[in-house]
């Protein structure tokens, strides 16, 4: 693995290690190329902040701390700014103009929750097809927007109904990432913990589908950098499915 560009940091509530910490550890596991993609301080209309996300007030610090650490590690590695951002049709737009002129350089879609309440999460089970049939409008609708540098964690919905179900909504979102040149992560966190993610079921139609493969450590403490053995077995496991991920990442300008 050369390049990850999915990483947290404890800019955000629910992840460990500042963002100085996560370029040593990705130094020190040779990597060549490191994106933060911290959680998008969302805007809701009544002025709810989520727990989940980095707060708004931290975003300025976030965007210079990255910025000063591109400059220092230079000759070292090559840093971007990012974020991780999810697909409320209503609330988007704002959002992603709020964060104009930052100097941010790309964005991951990443959909957890199932409405911009943020009340339903897409890891609790559900078998009802309207559940995962929501989650593919969102992350299509997303897509198509053309912004997004690829598809983070795009089997987060935990369906438990059943399988031709899944796999018919699973076609839909790996044809619209075909089709809209987004690749598809294979996602090491879900995968080194057991998560509802990465799923064999998915996976097996991205390689029906041949999408764009590339593995992303959602790294939550700078020590998910040292995983070489998780990352090998992933490897191992998509090549068993015929596919071959992507090491470079290309990034899609989001303004
Ligand atoms: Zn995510
Ligand atoms: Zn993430």
């Known amino acids: 693995m050369i390049a990850n560009f999915h990483t947290h940091t404890n800019y955000c509530d629910h992840a460990?290690?500042?963002?100085?910490?996560?370029v040593l550890a990705a130094l020190e596991a040779g990597l060549s190329e490191l994106g933060f993609s911290e959680h998008i301080p969302y805007i809701?209309?009544?002025?709810?902040e989520s727990g989940f996300r980095m707060k708004r007030a931290d975003l300025k610090a976030y965007v210079e701390d990255v910025k000063a650490l591109k400059v220092k590690y230079a000759d070292k590695i090559k840093i971007h700014l990012g974020l991780e951002v999810e697909y409320y049709p209503a609330l988007f737009d704002r959002t992603m103009e709020s964060v104009k002129g930052l100097g941010i350089e790309y964005i991951l879609l990443g959909q957890h929750f199932l409405n911009d309440k943020e009340t339903v999460h897409g890891c609790s089970p559900k078998a009802e097809e309207e559940h995962i049939k929501t989650y593919t409008e969102l992350v299509c609708e997303g897509m198509r927007r053309g912004v997004f540098t690829y598809l983070c964690h795009p089997d987060m919905i935990n369906y438990v109904g059943d399988d031709e179900i899944y796999k018919k909504y699973a076609k839909i979102i790996c044809e619209t990432a075909k089709e809209c040149d987004v690749p598809i992560e294979f996602n090491l966190l879900g995968y080194l913990t057991g998560?509802?993610?990465p799923n064999e079921k998915f996976f097996s139609v991205v390689a029906e589908v041949g999408n764009d493969v590339v593995l992303g450590i959602d790294a939550h403490e700078p020590e998910r950098f040292y995983q070489k053995e998780t990352e090998l077995s992933a490897i191992k496991f998509l090549n068993s499915l015929g596919i071959t991920p992507k090491e470079k990442i290309t990034i899609k300008k989001p303004f």
């Open 16 to 22: 460990k290690g500042s963002p100085e910490d996560c």
């Open 44 to 48: 809701f209309p009544d002025g709810h």
């Open 195 to 197: 998560r509802c993610y």
